[in-house]
Protein backbone atom coordinates (compact mmCIF):
# COMPACT_ATOMS: atom_id res chain seq x y z
CA UNK A 1 0.00 0.00 0.00
CA UNK A 2 0.72 3.71 -0.66
CA UNK A 3 -0.47 6.26 1.68
CA UNK A 4 -0.12 9.79 -0.47
CA UNK A 5 -0.51 13.07 2.16
CA UNK A 6 -1.30 16.89 0.58
CA UNK A 7 -0.48 19.79 1.99
CA UNK A 8 -0.23 23.51 0.76
CA UNK A 9 -3.72 24.32 0.08
CA UNK A 10 -5.49 27.34 1.43
CA UNK A 11 -7.26 30.65 0.40
CA UNK A 12 -5.50 32.97 -2.28
CA UNK A 13 -6.61 36.09 -4.21
CA UNK A 14 -6.62 36.10 -7.98
CA UNK A 15 -3.09 36.16 -9.35
CA UNK A 16 -1.63 34.52 -6.20
CA UNK A 17 0.62 31.69 -5.78
CA UNK A 18 0.57 28.13 -4.02
CA UNK A 19 2.67 25.29 -3.66
CA UNK A 20 1.35 21.85 -2.98
CA UNK A 21 3.14 18.70 -1.84
CA UNK A 22 2.26 15.11 -1.99
CA UNK A 23 4.56 12.89 0.19
CA UNK A 24 4.10 9.11 -0.12
CA UNK A 25 4.99 6.49 2.29
CA UNK A 26 4.37 3.05 2.62
CA UNK A 27 4.97 0.44 0.47
CA UNK A 28 7.02 2.86 -2.28
CA UNK A 29 10.40 3.09 -4.21
CA UNK A 30 8.69 6.40 -5.74
CA UNK A 31 8.75 4.32 -9.43
CA UNK A 32 5.54 5.72 -9.88
CA UNK A 33 3.72 7.90 -12.31
CA UNK A 34 2.40 10.52 -10.37
CA UNK A 35 -0.49 13.22 -11.06
CA UNK A 36 -2.28 15.58 -9.45
CA UNK A 37 -6.25 16.02 -9.95
CA UNK A 38 -8.61 18.78 -9.00
CA UNK A 39 -12.41 18.23 -8.87
CA UNK A 40 -14.97 21.01 -7.79
CA UNK A 41 -18.96 20.98 -7.20
CA UNK A 42 -20.62 19.47 -9.83
CA UNK A 43 -17.45 18.57 -12.23
CA UNK A 44 -15.60 15.39 -13.09
CA UNK A 45 -12.00 15.42 -11.91
CA UNK A 46 -9.47 16.12 -14.08
CA UNK A 47 -6.08 15.90 -14.27
CA UNK A 48 -4.02 18.84 -14.14
CA UNK A 49 -0.42 17.98 -14.35
CA UNK A 50 0.93 14.22 -14.47
CA UNK A 51 5.00 13.17 -14.09
CA UNK A 52 7.10 9.98 -14.89
CA UNK A 53 8.89 8.29 -12.23
CA UNK A 54 12.11 9.82 -13.79
CA UNK A 55 10.44 13.26 -14.20
CA UNK A 56 10.89 13.38 -18.07
CA UNK A 57 7.63 13.75 -19.17
CA UNK A 58 5.22 15.61 -17.99
CA UNK A 59 1.83 16.46 -19.11
CA UNK A 60 -0.46 19.70 -18.15
CA UNK A 61 -4.08 20.64 -18.78
CA UNK A 62 -4.48 23.03 -21.26
CA UNK A 63 -5.75 25.48 -18.96
CA UNK A 64 -2.66 25.71 -16.64
CA UNK A 65 -0.28 25.61 -19.21
CA UNK A 66 2.51 28.37 -18.67
CA UNK A 67 1.17 28.48 -14.85
CA UNK A 68 1.20 25.21 -13.07
CA UNK A 69 4.56 23.39 -12.87
CA UNK A 70 4.78 19.66 -11.67
CA UNK A 71 7.91 18.37 -9.86
CA UNK A 72 8.91 15.66 -7.97
CA UNK A 73 12.10 14.49 -5.86
CA UNK A 74 12.07 11.10 -5.77
CA UNK A 75 14.57 11.37 -2.76
CA UNK A 76 12.17 12.72 -0.63
CA UNK A 77 9.10 10.90 -1.99
CA UNK A 78 7.55 13.98 -2.69
CA UNK A 79 5.87 15.17 -5.61
CA UNK A 80 5.14 19.42 -6.17
CA UNK A 81 2.64 21.58 -7.75
CA UNK A 82 3.70 25.07 -8.38
CA UNK A 83 0.64 27.43 -9.49
CA UNK A 84 1.12 30.75 -10.11
CA UNK A 85 -0.62 33.37 -11.37
CA UNK A 86 -4.51 31.73 -9.74
CA UNK A 87 -7.54 32.48 -11.45
CA UNK A 88 -11.00 31.96 -9.68
CA UNK A 89 -11.64 29.26 -11.81
CA UNK A 90 -8.54 27.15 -10.53
CA UNK A 91 -10.87 26.79 -7.14
CA UNK A 92 -11.37 22.96 -6.29
CA UNK A 93 -10.05 20.35 -4.45
CA UNK A 94 -6.43 19.21 -5.44
CA UNK A 95 -5.68 15.56 -5.14
CA UNK A 96 -2.35 13.62 -5.93
CA UNK A 97 -2.72 10.63 -7.12
CA UNK A 98 0.00 7.40 -8.23
CA UNK A 99 0.31 4.36 -10.31
CA UNK A 100 2.00 0.76 -10.33
CA UNK A 101 3.84 2.00 -13.58
CA UNK A 102 6.84 4.27 -14.43
CA UNK A 103 4.76 6.36 -16.78
CA UNK A 104 2.87 9.44 -17.13
CA UNK A 105 -1.31 9.31 -17.34
CA UNK A 106 -3.72 11.89 -17.29
CA UNK A 107 -6.70 9.36 -16.82
CA UNK A 108 -8.24 9.11 -13.31
CA UNK A 109 -8.72 5.01 -13.67
CA UNK A 110 -4.70 4.73 -14.45
CA UNK A 111 -4.36 5.40 -11.02
CA UNK A 112 -3.96 3.36 -7.88
CA UNK A 113 -3.43 5.55 -5.17
CA UNK A 114 -5.12 8.44 -3.79
CA UNK A 115 -4.51 11.75 -1.37
CA UNK A 116 -7.58 12.57 1.00
CA UNK A 117 -7.17 16.26 -0.86
CA UNK A 118 -6.84 19.91 -0.34
CA UNK A 119 -9.17 22.67 -0.73
CA UNK A 120 -7.40 25.52 -2.89
CA UNK A 121 -9.81 28.72 -3.19
CA UNK A 122 -8.87 31.53 -5.47
CA UNK A 123 -10.74 34.75 -4.72
CA UNK A 124 -11.59 37.04 -7.53
Known amino acids: QVQLVESGGGLVQTGGSLRLSCAAS????????MGWFRQSPGKERECVAA????????YYLDAVKGRFTISRDNTKHTVYLQMNSLKPEDTAVYFCAARRDIAISYSAREYDYWGQGTQVTVSS
Open 51 to 58: ISWSGGST
Open 26 to 33: GRTSMSNG
